[in-house]
C-alpha cells in the first residue's frame, strides 16, 4: 500500500481512531497487525520475507544479548539476518546475465520480483542486532516488540531506516495518551509531503521520463537539465515519501528524526550526505564506515574507508555497475573533498555559493549511474560530452511541455521558498510547524487544493520502493 | 483529541467546499473552451453531425482526409480522432456522440499499440473524466480503475493537471488550432529522412480491457463499423498477429477489417511520410483515396437513410 494511494488515505484515520481508543496494552498488538495488513495487502507473499527477517533477527538479538557473546555470533546473525536481501540484489543482474528472457520458473505470488521494503526493514534489524551486541540498546524479549521494531508501519515500506536508539525505547516505552502538538505536527508533514510526491516529483518526472527514458535523441544543455531535474525528483520524492512516513508515525504518538535537511544548500557533497537520506547515511556511517576505522586513522586507510562504504551504499541500491559507479563517484568525491579548505571557504560567500552549485552538478551528474542498467548511464554520458548542441531541445514549442515546465517552476519555487525559509530562519519556521493559526491551517489547505489542481495523479509509486 | 478532530472535520470540509466551488468554475470554463485539445473535444462531442465520422489516434488525425472521403462518397465526414488517444477515450466518444445522433458510418482507425496490446501507461482516460453529458461515463471509469467512482466525487478531478494547458491555448495555437486543418483533419508537411528505421516491433499482448471496449463496439454498432488500419513506413512481419483477435471479434458480425499496413504504395517513400509513424499530407490524400474506394462500396451493400 502506498502512502499516495487511496487506500492509504483511508486506511490511516480507521487506524488512528481504533490506534487511540484501544486500551495502551495492546496497542504495540494493533500497531502490529495493522503494519502486516499495510505491508502485505498488494503481495501477500511478501509476508515470508518479513516473518523470515523477524524470526532470525529475534534469534540473533537473543543470540548476542547473552553475556560475553563472541564477535562469529554477530556475524552469523546479521548474514542471517540479510540473506533475503542479499539473495535478491544478487539475483537480478545474474538473471539478466544469464537469462535475458526472464527465469523459466517464478515464486508462486511473487514472481522474483524484489520484496517491497526488504532493503529497509533488514537493516533496521541490523541496526538493532548491532546495538544489542554493543550494549546501546537492551533486548526487550516480548516478540511483538521486536515484529513491531522490524515491520514499524511508517517505515516498512520504503525507511527511514531507523537506528534501534531511535525507536526500540519508544516501542516498549509507556507512551501514555494522544499528544495533540505532535498529531498536527503530523498532519501537517502528511499534507507538505504529498504535495511533494504529488506536485513536485511527479511533474519533474514527466520531463526527466521524457529526455533520460531517450537521451540519445536530445543535445547536450536538454540531458543536463534533465540530470538537474532528476535531482531535484529524487529528493522531492524521497523528501516527500520521508515527511508522510514521519508524519504517519507522529500521528500514532512515536517521533522519527529527520531524514532531509535542505540537501540544496550543502557545501560539498560530503555535507550533502549528512542532509539527503540522513537515515541511510548515519546506518553506514555507524555500522561500516566506523567500524572499518572511520577518520581516526591514517589517510589512505579513511580514504579507502570511505571508497568502502560509497559502494556498499550503491550496491545496497541494486547489485549492479552502474550503482557501484554511482557510489564510487561519491565516494571519490567525498574523500577529495577532505584534501580542500572547506572550512577557509565556507566563511567567502561568494566561494560558499559558486561551490554549493557546484556540489549540485556533481550529485546531478552521478546520477547519470542512478539507473539500473549501465548502458543506459552510457548513453547519457556519452550525449552530455560528446553532442554539444546538436540533437533535440526538449520540444518546448508544444503547449503540454510548456505547461509542464510551468507547473515545474512553480512547484519548484514553493519548494525553494520553504527550504530558504528554514535554512536561513529556522526559528521562526519552527513556531510555524508548531503554530496552530488561521494562516497555517489555510496554508496547508492551500497546498491541499494545489494538489488537487496541479497533482500528478497517476503515478502513484515512490521512486524508493524499488530499492 | 477531540479538539484535534474537529479541526481536522472543519479541514475537510473546507476542502470539500472549496473542491466543489473551484471544480464548478473549471466546468464551465472547459465547456466553453474553443481552442486546443478541449476546444477539440467540445466540437466533436457537441456540434459534430457529420454522416460518417472517423476515430482513432493521432493517425486518425493526420491520415483520413474528410474532403475527399466527401468528394467520393458525396456525404459529409469529420474527423474525430486525437493525440494519444485509444480505444478507451473513442469507446466513450463514439458512446457520447451516439447519445445525441446516429451517424451512417463510424471509420474506425486502429492502433495495435494504443487499442490492443497491453500497455496500461496509455490508458489516458483525462478526456474521459470531462465528458459530464456520457451516461456510461463513471462505469467506463471505474472498470479501468476501481477507484474512479470515489475520485469522481471531487468537481477538481476530472480538470486536474490541464488548467494551464487550456490557459496556454489561449495564447498559443497547438496542432488542433492548425489553420490549416478541415473537418477535424490536421495536414503535416514534414518529408521524412531517407535514413528514418522504424525498428517498432512491439510484443503481442492483449489487454482485455481494451479487448473488451472494442467488442462492445463491435456489438452495439456492427452495422455501421469499419475498421481500418494505417499504413506502416517498413514491413511490420507481425502484422495479422496483432490484428487477429480483433478480426475474430469482427468476424460474426461481418464487420469489415481493413488491416492496411505494409501496402507498397507507402512502404518505403519517405516522400509520403511526415515521421515514421505519421503520413504527410500527400500521404493523407492518398491514403484516404484508398479508404474512400472501400467506404463507398461499403456504403453500396449498407444504403442507410442517405
Given at each position: 500500500m502506498s502512502f499516495v494511494s487511496l487506500y492509504f488515505i483511508l486506511f490511516l484515520p480507521i487506524l488512528c481512531i481504533t490506534y487511540w481508543l484501544c486500551p495502551l496494552r495492546w496497542r504495540n498488538s494493533l500497531l502490529l497487525v495493522a503494519s502486516v495488513l499495510f505491508y502485505m495487502l498488494p503481495h501477500p507473499t511478501y509476508g515470508v520475507m518479513l516473518v523470515w527477517v523477524w524470526a532470525s533477527s529475534y534469534l540473533a538479538v537473543r543470540w548476542v544479548?547473552?553475556?560475553?557473546?563472541?564477535?562469529?555470533?554477530?556475524?552469523?546473525?546479521?548474514?542471517?539476518?540479510?540473506?533475503?536481501m542479499l539473495f535478491f540484489k544478487i539475483k537480478a543482474p545474474v538473471v539478466d546475465a544469464f537469462f535475458p528472457q526472464g527465469l523459466p520458473t517464478g515464486i508462486p505470488g511473487l514472481n522474483w520480483i524484489f520484496p517491497l521494503g526488504l532493503s529497509c526493514y533488514s537493516l533496521q534489524a541490523v541496526s538493532l542486532i548491532i546495538d544489542v551486541y554493543k550494549g546501546r540498546t537492551q533486548r526487550d524479549p516480548s516478540l511483538v516488540n521486536h515484529a513491531l521494531y522490524v515491520s514499524f508501519l511508517p517505515t516498512v515500506t520504503s525507511g527511514p531506516i531507523l537506528h534501534s536508539t531511535d525507536l526500540m525505547w519508544q516501542i516498549t516505552a509507556n507512551r501514555g495518551g494522544f499528544d495533540r502538538d505532535m498529531a498536527f505536527i503530523g498532519t501537517k508533514r502528511l499534507i507538505w509531503g504529498l504535495f511533494l510526491k504529488v506536485v513536485v516529483a511527479d511533474r519533474f518526472g514527466i520531463y526527466v521520463n521524457a529526455v533520460l527514458g531517450h537521451s540519445t535523441l536530445y543535445n547536450s544543455p536538454t540531458v543536463f537539465i534533465a540530470l538537474l531535474c532528476y535531482t531535484v525528483q529524487i529528493y522531492c520524492d524521497f523528501a516527500g515519501y520521508s515527511q508522510m512516513a514521519i508524519g504517519t508515525a507522529n500521528l500514532l504518538g512515536f517521533d522519527m528524526p529527520e531524514n532531509f535537511r535542505r540537501p540544496l544548500f550543502s557545501m560539498g557533497l560530503k555535507e550533502l550526505w549528512t542532509r539527503w537520506h540522513i537515515s541511510l547515511s548515519s546506518w553506514l556511517r555507524d555500522y561500516v564506515y566506523i567500524p572499518l576505522g572511520g577518520s581516526r586513522c591514517k589517510t589512505w586507510r579513511m580514504c579507502l574507508n570511505l571508497l568502502a562504504t560509497f559502494s556498499v551504499s550503491g550496491m545496497w541500491h541494486g547489485v549492479r555497475l552502474s550503482y557501484l559507479c554511482w557510489g564510487l563517484g561519491n565516494g571519490l568525491m567525498v574523500m577529495l573533498e577532505h584534501f580542500l579548505p572547506l572550512k577557509r571557504w565556507r566563511s567567502k560567500p561568494v566561494i560558499r555559493i559558486f561551490y554549493s552549485i557546484l556540489s549540485i552538478c556533481i550529485m546531478s551528474l552521478l546520477l547519470a549511474f542512478f539507473f539500473d542498467h549501465i548502458e543506459q548511464s552510457i548513453d547519457i554520458l556519452r550525449v552530455l560530452f560528446t553532442k554539444g548542441f546538436d540533437g533535440g531541445w526538449i520540444m518546448i514549442d508544444t503547449i503540454r511541455t510548456k505547461a509542464t515546465l510551468i507547473a515545474m517552476a512553480g512547484g519548484f519555487a514553493i519548494v525553494a521558498m520553504r527550504d530558504i525559509y528554514e535554512e536561513f530562519f529556522p526559528t521562526a519556521l519552527a513556531s510555524w510547524h508548531k503554530g496552530r493559526s488561521a494562516v497555517t491551517f489555510m496554508f496547508y489547505i492551500i497546498l491541499i487544493m494545489l494538489v488537487l489542481v496541479f497533482g500528478v495523479m497517476e503515478t502513484g509509486q515512490f521512486i524508493y520502493l524499488r530499492f | 483529541m477531540k479538539k484535534f478532530l474537529t479541526i481536522i472535520v472543519a479541514g475537510f470540509l473546507i476542502v470539500t467546499l472549496l473542491d466543489q466551488l473551484i471544480g464548478r468554475g473549471l466546468e464551465k470554463f472547459f465547456s466553453s473552451a474553443t481552442v486546443g485539445e478541449q476546444g477539440h473535444l467540445n466540437h466533436v462531442l457537441k456540434d459534430v453531425d457529420a454522416p460518417i465520422l472517423v476515430f482513432g489516434t493521432s493517425k486518425a488525425l493526420h491520415h483520413y482526409v474528410p474532403q475527399v472521403i466527401v468528394d467520393s462518397t458525396g456525404m459529409e465526414c469529420y474527423n474525430c480522432g486525437f493525440e494519444a488517444q485509444g480505444i478507451m477515450t473513442n469507446y466513450a466518444l463514439i458512446r457520447c456522440i451516439t447519445q445525441r445522433y446516429q451517424p451512417q458510418l463510424i471509420i474506425y482507425d486502429l492502433d495495435y499499440h494504443y487499442d490492443i496490446e497491453y500497455a496500461p501507461y496509455t490508458n489516458n482516460v483525462v478526456n474521459v473524466r470531462r465528458m459530464?453529458?456520457?451516461?456510461?461515463?463513471?462505469?467506463?471509469?471505474?472498470?479501468?480503475?476501481?477507484?474512479?467512482?470515489?475520485?469522481?466525487?471531487?468537481?477538481?478531478?476530472?480538470?486536474?493537471?490541464?488548467?494551464i494547458e487550456l490557459v496556454l491555448n489561449r495564447f498559443q495555437n497547438s496542432t488542433y488550432d492548425n489553420p490549416e486543418a478541415d473537418r477535424g483533419y490536421i495536414p503535416q508537411h514534414n518529408v521524412l529522412d531517407q535514413d528514418a528505421i522504424d525498428n517498432w516491433n512491439p510484443p503481442i499482448a492483449t489487454d482485455t480491457l481494451r479487448l473488451n471496449l472494442i467488442a462492445n463496439l463491435i456489438e452495439r454498432y456492427h452495422d455501421r463499423l469499419i475498421f481500418f488500419s494505417s499504413p506502416t513506413y517498413q514491413h511490420q512481419p507481425r502484422l495479422d498477429q496483432m490484428y487477429a483477435t480483433v478480426k475474430k471479434l469482427a468476424e460474426p458480425y461481418d464487420v469489415p477489417i481493413y488491416v492496411l499496413g505494409n501496402d507498397s504504395i507507402f512502404m518505403d517513400k519517405p516522400e509520403l511520410w511526415d515521421d515514421i509513424r505519421h503520413l504527410n499530407d500527400d500521404g493523407a490524400r492518398i491514403y484516404t483515396a484508398k479508404v474512400a474506394h472501400l467506404v463507398k462500396l461499403w456504403l453500396k451493400t449498407h444504403p442507410g437513410d442517405k
Open positions: 544479548s547473552r553475556d560475553n557473546p563472541p564477535l562469529s555470533r554477530l556475524w552469523v546473525g546479521v548474514l542471517g539476518v540479510l540473506l533475503p | 459530464s453529458k456520457l451516461t456510461i461515463r463513471d462505469s467506463l471509469l471505474n472498470a479501468i480503475d476501481p477507484w474512479a467512482h470515489l475520485r469522481m466525487k471531487s468537481r477538481i478531478y476530472p480538470y486536474n493537471s490541464a488548467l
